[in-house]
């Protein structure tokens, strides 16, 4: 009866030996934009990571923004760069975990909403209340510019939930669906980060008879580069310090092209804490 | 009158009549602006797929390979054994569970606990899988003809009987309905690639999220390629080959950690409300119960029993077009009806239609109806009325005329439908579940169905609600399954899928 027992404890001290040993540093982002260039360009913060830091450095690519947040949950990555809102979701659930670099640009984030030409609606300094009663269309559900600060915007000045206040809702997944959408009058109004309709305006790819931005929201904090807490236990004493170092002193712009930033600037947690407290106001956390 | 009338006749008019109520609720209004530029987009990608990249979709390619394999081997592995014991009830009770959740929610479950391993992957298909196996296998026993019993040697068992009456009579029922499954787990192989799985779905997802249309239909191509081309080298007897290779090639994974199961289990999906004091004895536990009622309340309430009412409606809807369609298409693909390039274009155009991802389908049509319901039904009724008319034309194709047997339409409608049309029920029955499972896709349309709210609860990182929602749509399927098998059973429809 004995020797089971002691197969399975091996086996055990095996898998945690194995999972402690060995592992490269590794880090997410969230697919935000031009996911299908993230894996090369990641690579690259990858190599400069590992250059800084003198140990293997791997960027894995994940699907969405909860996904980012279960990786990092789950200890499979020790560095991500989240969004506003998965980053509160993922140190919410992750005790130790902290928020330590931003972009320059997220310090003051801003989403635009854009709406079919059908709609008369044009540019303007106040809230467009015209919206009201019509289809709009948000990012993915998890996004922070995409939804939760659209939404909370919407509540503020329509006072009421999407739902009650727009003839239909819906999440279009990713910024780019979203101008999409709207451009093809699918949808009659949406929200999308300011950063995607500037990139795919200066591609060409928006055409101007069609969709239009009508409103800036006001500013507020939005992506950045978060850390496990536990860092300078199992990678040797400073090593969180030197993460951060890495992160602030990054200046190639080849590199900062890929998030895309001008460059990094120190965050903390509690820059986040509008963001979380909007996210509860809203419902989309406890 | 109606009493007259046969019944599958009634069981179809019924259907149609409870279609029609439920569009009474169904919001179907067209709104069409300015969708031209994004469709010649599309249709411009269509027209020129990007193959200059060959590595990187050779490799995904590869990656849908390998985990359709594996996930179908090990459902195999595991199925054919529960089909064994399948009428001792606590295995009946365990197939019906484990195939009631949509692979996609098996893969989002694994990925919570375990973390983005392969082995995930694998035991998403193979879980559900094994399922739906463990059943079809038993039942494809269950009808094997028993007279050779009789020339059995005096004194053989039953592990004899089973092995030299039984088997032998089903094998190629058996193996021909494995092989249908393993077209099928190479589809559920590439979705799973939209939730990070290396496969087709993987790159596809990210190009259709960007609009890269070019990329889209050259993932698009090769996968309808590797459909269409299963039945030139798909053999049972390199199959054993294809598994093992899989299992060989499975990429390496993370280390598996036995702290995130715990904490999935014991944290993550217990209810918020009782998740900080679950540890610290009844008292407290008793203290914060009204909490938990009040939050079981709210869930149900205002997002499973709405969720499954928008569901079924918008199920039943579908089932009915899904049927329509199956009957219009099929005739196009049967040999029995037309041959040649004919029939091959037909087969083309229907390994296109089943192997198009609904969300994909969705979307085009979403841009050009707006949303509502519509995009909808039509993305469904095609995946699934197509894969419906696939598995009738190979029914009819087995089908015997006589040489008198009328041509054109008359054989259509007076001698084909009439004798395949209780096979067509069946399949139609068995689609019927999921159906109900693909509702969940349609988050884009702004359509609240069952799925949609598990994608909510998904997004905000709460297991705790995504665990409950699951756990109700297994339990809706299973009840939607337990009513189709009935009907099946009154109508004494073969609910083999001998003809597959």
Redo the contacts between chains.
Sequence with gaps: MRTPHLWLFTA?AL?VA??AYG?PFTFTAI?D????RLRERFDKVANYLAERLEVEVRY????????S???F????VQLAWFGGLSGV?ARA?VPGARAIAQGDEDQLFITYFLA?D?TGLSESGQFPQGISGR?F?FG???STSGRLMPEFFIRQHLGGAPETVFS???????H??TI??V?????EVGAVNYKVWETELAEG?I?AQ?VRMIWRTPPYPDYNWTLQGDLDETWGAGFEARVTAALLEMDDPDLLAAFPRAKFVPAKNEDYASIKEIAQIIG??? | MSSRRAPATRTTLAFVLVAGLCLLAADLQI?????W???GRMLWGVVSPNFREPLRLADALLQTLTFAFAGISLAVMMGFPLALCFRWAPVRIYCAFVRAIHELFWGLLF??A???NPWCGVLAIAIPFSGVLAKVYAEILEEADLRPLQSLPHGAGHVEAFFFVRLPDVWHHLKHYSGYRLECALRSSTILG???FPTLG??L???F????YA?VSALLILFYLLIASLRFWVRPRLVPIYALAAWVMLPAG?????H?VT?FLTRDIIP?PVRGSLHDGPEALAEHLPQLAEWGQRMVMDQALPGAITTLLLSQITLITTGALALVLFPWISRIFVRGYLLELGRLAVIVMRSTPEYVLA?TF??L????WLPAIAALTIHNGAIIAHLIARHADTMALRPDAPRGLNRYAFEVVPRLYGQFLAFLFYRWEMILRETAIL????IHTLGFHI??A?????QDRVMLLILLTALLNIAVDAFSRRLRARLRLRTTAKAV
């Design positions: 055990v898998l194995f999972s592992k697919p934009q031009n996911e299908s894995i690519p994940v699907k969405s923004y909860a996904a947040v279960t990786a949950k789950n200890n499979e979701q659930a079919h059908s289809s269309i993915s559900k998890g239909r809702v819906g999440y279009s997944g990713s780019s669906r999409a959408l451009q093809a009058g699918a949808y790819k055409d069609h989309l956390m406890d | 709104i069409t602006l300015s969708p530029d994004e469709l990925l919570q375990v973390g983005l939209f939730i990070g993987f790159h997802h990210t190009a999220l960007e609009g890269h990329d993370t280390a598996f950690s036995l995130n904490r918020a979307f979403l841009l109806w707006g949303p509502s988050g884009i349309l702004g994608d909510s998904l997004a905000g990182d709460r």
